[in-house]
Every structure is written in C-alpha cells, then in structure tokens.
C-alpha cells in the first residue's frame, strides 16, 4: 500500500468511527426522548372583557399527534393525568393511530378526557398507516405519498362521538363551554389536499366569546382563510415541533408549509393567533426526538385589558 493512501486511511477510518459512535449516541438519545412527557402552559389574552363572568382563565388543553402504539404505557398514563388539570374544552388535533390496533389504546389514554367538552379534526395518519420513508427526503422537504393503507379510524371517531366531542373535520360548531359562548371551524388535513375551506368558509357568529380554528397541519394557504373570516385563534399540529431540532429547540423543517420559526408554540399568523403542538408521538418508523420533547399544551385564555 502507498504511503499517501496508508496515511489517508489512518486518518479517515478513526473519523468513520468517531461519526458513526456520535450517530449511535444521537440515535439513543433520541429514542429516550420519546417518553420524556412536558406539559407547556401558555397565557392568550384575547376574550372580550366580562367573558368570563369572574373566572380568572378559561383552559383550552391542546394535544396533538399521539401516534399511538399498543404497549405505549406511559403515553396512556400521562394523558390520562391530564385532567386532573380541569380543563374547560380539549382540542386534538389528529394523527392518533401508528398502528391498527390503536384505537383502544387511544380510546383508554383520552378516557377521562373524553367525559369533557373537546373538538377534534383528523390527519391522515389516522386515516393510513405509517410507512417507512427515506430520511433524506424528509430532510428535503419532500411530501410524502400516503400509504393509503386504511387504520380502523372510523371505530375512533365513533368513540369520540359517543362521549360527545364535535367532529370538526370540515366542520363548522356553535357551542358553550362553561359560560365561554364558543364559535369553531374546521377542515379536513390540507398537507394532502384533504380540505375544503369552501364549504366552512365564512366569518364565526360575532355573537361568540371566542372563535377557534382547527387544523391538522398548519399550512400557510389555509390560515390565511381562517384569518381573514375572523378566527382569533388556529390550533394545528403535524409539524412535531421539528422532531429533530438544533439546540435550544430551533426547528430545521416543518414538513408543511408553515416556516421553521412558527413549527411549535405560540405565534401570530395575520393578526390571528396561531398555536402549533410538539405533538406527543412520533411515526414508529421514526422513533427519536432532538431537542424537542413531546408535550402537551395548556392554553389559559384570559380577557384582554380594558380599552
């Protein structure tokens, strides 16, 4: 062997080692993430004041992409302690399933829950199965052809009906939560063109405390709709707050069209409120999160000061 190739080997095989064992550690890491549950609270002000007639807050708990998985325990256990915080109204914004034996996992994780008013919309991965999918198309901000592998989500959404939560998919609701008058829309998952705005579009009754929008994914074209009827909050998920992230939690992609800085939490989107879940799963084909732990949310809605 030549010298220079002896040289450059001895040089490139410990760098070889060095990213791979870096990689191991990434991977393990980030699959321990999976479980390691936060519950964000937030602070809106946006009721008229008097709204609340006394109350100092009106909760809205926001939980997102379970992708649930039989044999997922402590996802059960964190969610069914969720209500012990007594919120006035759940919002989930889809993406339950990540396997068609789910439902009952997903039914048994939401039980408390479900015996409070909530709102939901799908996204398709409750409607198909997961599928393995290459990295560096994520990574590039490729959309994903669906599976259209069916889930059972049709025995989900009975659930739900039957402990009484609206069925916001394409959708438009009236409603009081506690003495919170509340006006909402919502469409079916516009990350593959399953909406349909036309057919909920139109300003909320202005008679409403507050008006809700809801989405499985956050892409721009849809908020604009919802913005420009008067919706004065839009809840979304889909994005898993980047799912793997820079540190300090900066998102490198949405995978939708929203932009990286508006991938998690609380934001503005013209004039409107925009609150966008970490989520609480991942795909089990992408089991790992980097500096972007799974959480729910809870969104203490509170009047706004007087003029």
């Known amino acids: ?19 791979a064992a870096t990689g191991l550690c990434a991977a393990v890491w980030g699959y321990s993430e999976l479980t390691r549950f936060e519950l964000h609270t937030i602070t809106v002000p946006l009721l008229k004041p008097g709204a609340l007639h006394g109350a100092s807050e009106f909760k809205i708990l926001h939980i997102s992409d379970l992708h649930m998985i039989p044999g ?8 069914q302690a969720l209500d012990e915080l007594d919120p ?15 439902v009952p996992d997903v039914l048994r994780a939401l039980g408390p829950l479900l015996r409070r008013p909530g709102m939901f919309v799908f996204g398709t991965n409750d409607y198909w199965a997961p599928q ?6 994520y990574l590039t901000h490729s959309r994903h052809e669906p599976s259209y592998v069916d889930l059972p989500w049709r025995d989900m959404r009975a659930g739900f009906l039957e402990h009484g939560w609206l ?9 009081k939560a506690g ?69 300090g939690g900066r998102a490198i992609i949405t995978n939708c069209g929203i932009d990286p800085s508006r991938a998690k939490g609380l934001s503005t989107f013209d004039g409107m409120a925009l609150h966008v879940s970490n989520g609480l799963g991942t795909s089990k084909f992408a089991p ?13 809605i509170t009047e706004r000061p007087e003029d």
């Open 1 to 19: 062997m030549k010298p220079n190739v002896q040289r450059a080997l001895s040089v490139a095989l410990p760098l070889a080692g060095a990213t």
């Open 167 to 175: 069925d916001a998919n394409q959708a438009r609701h009236e409603f």
């Open 288 to 300: 790992v999160r980097l500096f972007c732990r799974p959480s729910a949310t809870l969104l203490q």
């Open 88 to 102: 006035d109204l759940v919002i989930n914004t889809g993406d339950n399933l990540s396997d068609k034996r789910s």
């Open 72 to 79: 997922q325990s402590e996802k059960v256990r964190f969610l």
């Open 132 to 137: 393995p999918v290459n990295p560096f198309g």
């Open 179 to 247: 003495k919170v008058r509340i006006a909402a829309a919502g469409v079916d998952d516009p990350h593959h063109d399953l909406d349909d705005y036309a057919a909920i579009a139109g300003p909320p009754n202005e008679d409403c405390d507050i008006a809700i929008a809801l989405t499985h994914s956050p892409e721009p074209r849809v908020l604009t709709e919802f913005a420009a009827d008067g919706y004065q909050i839009a809840l979304a998920g889909h994005t898993h707050g980047g799912q793997i992230c820079l540190p």
